[in-house]
T-cell receptor, first 112, second 113 residues
Framework: DAGITQSPRHKVTETGTPVTLRCHQT?????MYWYRQDPGHGLRLIHY???????DKGEVSDGYSVSRSKTEDFLLTLESATSSQTSVYFC???????????FGSGTRLTVV | GNSVTQMEGPVTLSEEAFLTINCTYT??????LFWYVQYPGEGLQLLLK?????DKGSNKGFEATYRKETTSFHLEKGSVQVSDSAVYFC????????????FGKGTHLIIQP
């Protein structure tokens, strides 16, 4: 998707290790979001940000933290990864003028 | 809180068949409603949206009408193609959208030639 880059695209990590996923946008959008996608659950909101250093919890925030030190970057950290955090993670931004959300291509995380 | 309910499928149709995917929602106030599509191995793409009651969103032959009286936003297409095979998500956001989207669980659509 134009303007949003997620990295890495794929990652395998061991239980108990810290993991950071990065979302980078070039659209200068104020609002950014992290979702996880799991079979049978659709997408669920983890954390979101409404500006630099302004973040809030979503529906499934336990075990996750986020940081936003620059408008363009929104980081999702799993402090100590667990197998239940194996999922596909999507970042999104909101263009409030057009009232449209744009999603990144996702990061597939496997915790073994 | 907000919630979205949609048929999960898989829904299997033959090419050129008529498609309906049901979506109902629960929300306070006047949410905006969306349909997103996800092709295998890809992210989500906005298919269509409606921001107020009785609005009809349309794109690529798909349509959905925001029905406040029945709290529904059913997706329809008159003649599906094999290339429409994907997972479809119904979603809503509160006014302004700052708090993000609430998604249904997704409907896997399979179109057979």
């Amino acid at each position: 998707d134009a303007g949003i880059t997620q990295s890495p695209r794929h990652k395998v990590t061991e239980t108990g290790t810290p993991v950071t996923l990065r979302c980078h946008q070039t659209e200068n959008h104020r609002y950014m979001y992290w979702y996880r996608q799991d079979p049978g659950h659709g997408l669920r909101l983890i954390h979101y940000s409404y500006g630099v250093k302004d973040t809030d919890k979503g529906e499934v925030s336990d075990g996750y933290s986020v940081s936003r030190s620059k408008t363009e970057d929104f980081l999702l950290t799993l402090e100590s990864a667990t197998s239940s955090q194996t999922s596909v993670y999507f970042c999104a931004t909101l263009d409030r003028e057009k009232y449209g959300y744009t999603f990144g291509s996702g990061t597939r995380l496997t915790v073994v | 809180g907000n919630s979205v309910t949609q048929m999960e499928g898989p829904v299997t149709l033959s090419e050129e068949a008529f498609l309906t995917i049901n979506c109902t929602y629960t929300a306070t106030g006047y949410p905006s409603l969306f349909w997103y599509v996800q092709y295998p191995g890809e992210g989500l793409q906005l298919l269509l949206k409606a921001t107020k009651a009785d609005d009809k969103g349309s794109n690529k032959g798909f349509e959905a009408t925001y029905r406040k009286e029945t709290t529904s936003f059913h997706l329809e297409k008159g003649s599906v193609q094999v290339s429409d095979s994907a997972v479809y998500f119904c979603a809503l956001s509160d006014v302004g959208g700052a708090d993000g989207l609430t998604f249904g669980k997704g409907t896997h659509l399979i179109i057979q030639p």
